[in-house]
């Protein structure tokens, strides 16, 4: 048998030993970038909120992160309807989702109070109070019911509104009109309160509702009126402005854990960034939606004060009291968005 000197050994050792760190250091480089997933159920353009959002959030994240986090977004519900959505972020199927406040009551009940009408007199209000503690405490809420993450709290594109195919000018004239409604109580009650027939229908067949004479009316923002071509039957606005329903962002704790903990202060302002973006850039595409369906021939007439004033007491009185009794925790939070509308 030929011998080797020890110089051959220990140079076919290092050959060895290079090739096999050559052989693990790939993989070490994968297992270091993160990649996540992100639901939302509206398109992936400027006419959608949630992109909006999005869009700022990943240039964020590209700029002062670079190559260490990938983002896929997967916009039209592509991955499942919003509630399936909400069970894949709690358990990590699915990192992100963006999408308004109100379907994450289905397992935080407490993010209902968002819902109710007239809490908030206008965005500005609304971001006061949430930015002011609200936001963190119905935050603090959902992780502990479900171990996610709130990562912003933004904006819709403007309130919702009355749209009636007859003239509505007040309380009196909304009597017994039959509105078309989100199907969800808090819904249901503020226009049971007002006097209104509600009537939940989905989005998809108010069109034809309308043209019908199944409804007289409906209740929605100006962004979604002009999507949906609803001015080419629809010609009346109350300006009820009864929801400021805000949108969120939130991380599932799976995806939490995957951003490292010398990386998530940069994450987590890449999302602040996002959210102060996006509602500036949300109170302006409801201005222009607004003025789009005024050159349409919508007329828009403004709540009166004293009307407003009179639906928000009774919605305190009779919807708010009861919604605080079956959820003691949320008095602080509307005894904080009270003092925010001073």
Same mark, same amino acid.
């Given at each position: 048998?030929?011998?080797?000197?020890?110089?051959?050994?220990?140079?076919?050792? /290092?050959?060895?030993?290079?090739?096999?760190?050559?052989?693990?250091?790939?993989?070490?480089?994968?297992?270091?970038?993160?990649?996540?997933?992100? /639901?939302?159920?509206?398109?992936? #353009?400027?006419?959608?909120?949630?992109?909006?959002?999005?869009?700022?959030?990943?240039?964020?994240?590209?700029?002062?992160?670079?190559?260490?986090?990938?983002?896929?977004?997967? =916009? $039209?519900?592509?991955?499942?309807?919003?509630? #399936?959505?909400?069970?894949?972020?709690?358990?990590?199927?699915?990192?992100?989702?963006?999408?308004?406040?109100?379907?994450? +009551?289905?397992?935080?009940?407490?993010?209902?109070?968002?819902?109710?009408?007239?809490?908030? #007199?206008?965005?500005?209000?609304?971001?006061? +109070?949430? #930015?002011?503690?609200?936001?963190?405490?119905?935050?603090?809420?959902? +992780?502990?019911?479900?171990?996610?993450?709130?990562?912003?709290?933004?904006?819709?594109?403007?309130?919702?509104?009355?749209?009636?195919?007859?003239?509505?000018?007040?309380?009196?004239?909304?009597?017994?009109?039959?509105?078309?409604?989100? =199907?969800?109580?808090?819904?249901?009650?503020?226009?049971?309160?007002?006097?209104?027939? =509600?009537?939940?229908?989905?989005?998809?067949?108010?069109?034809?509702?309308?043209?019908?004479?199944?409804?007289?009316?409906?209740?929605?923002?100006?962004? /979604?009126?002009?999507?949906?071509?609803?001015?080419?039957?629809?010609?009346?606005?109350?300006?009820?402005?009864?929801?400021?329903?805000?949108?969120?962002?939130?991380?599932?704790?799976?995806?939490? $854990?995957?951003?490292?903990?010398?990386?998530?202060?940069?994450?987590?302002?890449?999302?602040?960034?996002?959210?102060?973006?996006?509602?500036?850039?949300?109170?302006?595409?409801?201005?222009?939606?607004?003025? $789009?369906? &005024?050159?349409?021939?919508?007329?828009?007439?403004?709540?009166? &004060?004293?009307?407003?004033?009179?639906?928000?007491?009774?919605?305190?009185?009779?919807?708010?009291?009861?919604?605080?009794?079956?959820?003691?925790?949320?008095?602080?939070?509307?005894?904080?968005?009270?003092?925010?509308?001073?």
């Amino acid at each position: 048998m030929k011998s080797i000197s020890r110089r051959q050994f220990l140079t076919t050792a /290092s050959a060895g030993t290079l090739a096999l760190t050559a052989t693990f250091a790939k993989p070490a480089r994968a297992q270091s970038e993160i990649t996540m997933r992100i /639901s939302s159920s509206m398109s992936a #353009d400027q006419n959608a909120a949630h992109y909006i959002w999005y869009e700022r959030f990943a240039a964020n994240v590209k700029s002062t992160l670079g190559e260490r986090v990938k983002l896929g977004y997967f =916009p $039209d519900s592509q991955l499942g309807k919003e509630a #399936d959505i909400v069970q894949q972020v709690k358990v990590g199927s699915v990192d992100m989702m963006i999408t308004g406040s109100s379907i994450w +009551a289905t397992v935080a009940a407490e993010f209902g109070m968002l819902d109710l009408g007239y809490v908030f #007199d206008s965005y500005p209000h609304a971001f006061k +109070a949430l #930015d002011g503690g609200v936001g963190v405490q119905l935050g603090k809420i959902l +992780a502990d019911r479900t171990g996610c993450t709130v990562l912003g709290w933004a904006s819709h594109f403007g309130p919702r509104s009355v749209y009636t195919r007859n003239p509505v000018k007040s309380l009196a004239e909304l009597k017994g009109v039959k509105l078309r409604v989100l =199907p969800a109580p808090a819904f249901i009650e503020t226009f049971k309160i007002m006097g209104a027939i =509600p009537t939940p229908i989905p989005i998809n067949e108010l069109y034809t509702a309308l043209q019908t004479g199944v409804v007289d009316g409906f209740e929605h923002d100006t962004a /979604s009126v002009l999507q949906y071509r609803f001015a080419e039957i629809i010609k009346n606005c109350w300006l009820t402005e009864h929801l400021f329903s805000p949108m969120v962002c939130v991380i599932g704790k799976r995806g939490m $854990d995957k951003v490292p903990t010398d990386i998530r202060p940069a994450f987590l302002k890449a999302a602040t960034d996002a959210t102060t973006y996006e509602r500036g850039i949300a109170a302006e595409k409801g201005r222009s939606a607004t003025e $789009d369906l &005024k050159k349409l021939g919508v007329t828009f007439t403004p709540m009166a &004060k004293s009307e407003r004033e009179q639906v928000r007491k009774e919605m305190e009185a009779k919807v708010w009291a009861s919604f605080i009794k079956e959820y003691p925790t949320t008095k602080p939070l509307f005894d904080a968005i009270a003092a925010a509308r001073t």
